[in-house]
């Protein structure tokens, strides 16, 4: 039997973890597309099926995948966003898309606010990629016994073959997670900075706000 829209979409969302999820569901409630939104109570303890549900009878089956996409990508699960929208066919187009509260900068996006871990991630960014492609197997194995990383995400960046796009990619990922993702990243650095000596040191003495 050929897969409904509901089926993706609940495929799609059962593919996060359960603070991707959690994530997923408050930059949702955030966000107003063609105009209508989702309040955030509805959103709050429902499941990937009452989410599936709650995004078509709001947005339509025209445009429920499309607003599925474009929250996908701004909490950085970019491969499943892909995934989502080879298997719909759907046109992702940000006109109409608007972050609650709003926020000067570009039109139509999601944007994302900074906090200080990650802020500090992204500055030293270059540096870490330079530093940790050296040898990734001891990050990638940290990142994921902390739980930050599900199986999935954990695979896909064990296949990246180049070191310094492996190491980007987690970087990434972990900034797209948030302030907690970012400060635990930090701590793992701390426990492993003999192994990296030429870390930032303003990054390693970064505290938790």
Do not use: C, W
Request: aromatic share 4%.
């Amino acid at each position: 039997m050929e897969k409904t829209l509901k089926d993706h979409l609940v495929d799609t969302l059962d593919d996060l973890d359960e603070g991707q999820f959690n994530r997923f569901k408050d930059k949702l409630g955030e966000t107003t597309f063609q105009g209508r939104k989702i309040a955030k109570g509805k959103l709050q303890k429902a499941t990937t099926l009452e989410v599936a549900s709650l995004l078509i009878s709001t947005y339509t089956k025209k445009y429920a995948a499309e607003i599925t996409i474009l929250i996908l990508r701004a909490i950085n699960e970019v491969d499943l966003a892909k995934e989502l929208e080879k298997k719909t066919g759907a046109v992702v187009n940000v006109v109409g898309l608007e972050s609650s509260p709003p926020h000067a900068g570009v039109p139509g996006e999601v944007e994302e606010v900074i906090e200080g871990p990650v802020s500090l991630l992204r500055t030293h960014k270059v540096r870490l990629i330079e530093v940790l492609s050296n040898d990734p197997s001891p990050i990638e194995q940290g990142v994921h016994s902390k739980g930050l990383l599900s199986d999935r995400k954990y695979r896909n960046i064990r296949s990246i073959n180049d070191p310094s796009e492996k190491i980007a990619e987690l970087l990434d990922f972990i900034m797209g997670k948030g302030s907690g993702a970012a400060q635990e990243f930090i701590e793992l650095l701390r426990k492993l900075q003999d192994d990296f000596p030429t870390l930032p040191a303003e990054l390693l003495g970064v505290n938790r706000n």
